[in-house]
Every structure is written in C-alpha cells, then in structure tokens.
C-alpha cells in the first residue's frame, strides 16, 4: 500500500483547449497557456531518426518519415495508457490488464515505485505557471528515496543516451517550477523512470538546478519563433 500525504491542495482549474491545432491550456480567468510538452519538444530534428529508418526498411526517406510518425503515435497512445495503470496502482486500486504491452511496461517498473516512491504528494495533476506561460500534467510528485520529487514515466524502444531526452529534464524541471509556484513547495529534485520494449529498465535522477536557465532559452526561442508577447 502507497502512503498519501494528508495535506490538502487547492489548485486553480485549467482546461485543455485546442488553438488551431495545437493543446493550450485555459485557466478559470481566460489566460492561456502553452503545453509544455510542445514547447520542450519544439524543433526537435528527427531526420537522423528517419534516415535509420530508411536504411532498415529499405524505403524512401518519406515513407520512412510516415513510419516514424506512426511509432511516435503508438508509442504516446502505450504512454498514456501506462501513466493510467500507474496511477491506480499509485492509488492503491486495482489495475487494468487488458493490454500486454502496456502490463509488461508496467511489470518492468513496478519494483521501482514499490521500493522508492513513498508520502505521494499528488498523482496526474493539472498545473500551470504564469511566469512561465506553460501548463501540463504531472505525472507524480511523491517522495523518491526520502526525496520529495517530480516523477515522470516514460516508454521508449530502447535505451537512450541523455543527449536525446533533455526534453524530459525540461518537461520535470517546469512541473518542479509549477509546483512551487502554486503551493510554495521547493522540489529540487526531478526522476525520470524508464520502461523499455526491450526489457531494458533505467532510472535517472537530476538536480532540477540544471535545468533551469536552458528551460527559460527554450521557452524564449519557442516564444519569439511564435511571436509570443
């Protein structure tokens, strides 16, 4: 059994909106916010990526470019349905094991969340900064070996080398910034836990203070790209 905090946080409501289609968030006084998600990922090159593909497949650089957007689809639908079994498991309630891809992706990390998630703290939480123009939805925000942290779940094919996925250091570093902007909470902690389809399995664990000056240049550069005021 998962332990919960007793305290009780009260946070301002914010709805998903789609503006000319792309997810924005809207708070409860009209202002409107940018998915984080979007931002961090924003003029991500996978032309790499497709060139791999190509050479697997043995097809043109196009086709290959529709095989990586149709695994980048079913990869985000597996995430999805992941994050919900794990939040019922995280909720202590029975979990779903209709899928098993998504069960052997859960499987793969439970150990890890029975040996070192502890005092949850809140679980898939809508959030949004003002500062910094950016909403989402945090995975959870527990205790991670005594550490209060942001956690975030990820699938992914294989390992990854950390020079692929700042984008997850960025995305936990705005949950953290979110956090203590809504309830005065510092986290400086951020973990991001891996499931491979490989069986691989990993857990890296970041100083947010790392972070944080290259999240506000992303923000910045997607800002003024966008023309942002």
């Known amino acids: 059994m998962f332990t919960h905090t007793n305290k009780q946080y009260h946070w301002p409501k914010v709805s998903r909106k789609n503006i000319n289609g792309k997810r924005h968030y809207v708070d409860e006084s009209g202002n409107i916010y940018n998915s984080v998600t979007r931002v961090v990922n924003d003029g991500k090159d996978f032309t790499d990526w497709y060139q791999r593909l190509a050479t697997q497949y043995k097809v043109s650089l196009e086709a290959a470019e529709a095989i990586g957007n149709y695994v980048k689809i079913q990869s985000g639908n597996i995430g999805t349905k992941l994050h919900s079994l794990c939040e019922d498991y995280l909720n202590n ?66 390992s990854k080398d950390e020079s692929w996925i700042e984008s997850y250091f960025l995305q936990a570093t705005a949950y953290s910034l979110m956090w203590e902007e809504n309830t005065g909470e510092k986290i400086d902690q951020i973990v991001i836990v891996f499931t491979g389809e490989d069986g691989s399995q990993d857990t890296i664990i970041k100083d947010k203070a790392q972070y944080v000056d290259r999240l506000h240049e992303v923000i910045d550069t997607f800002n003024k790209q966008n023309n942002i005021v």
């Open 93 to 158: 309630k029975p979990i779903d094991k209709s899928n098993i891809f998504v069960e052997a992706h859960f499987e793969n990390i439970k150990d890890r969340l029975d040996d070192f998630i502890k005092n949850i703290h809140g679980i898939e939480i809508q959030m949004f900064s003002k500062s910094l123009g950016l909403a989402g939805t945090v995975d959870c925000v527990a205790e991670w070996g005594g550490v209060l942290s942001v956690i975030d779940f990820k699938t992914t094919k294989k």
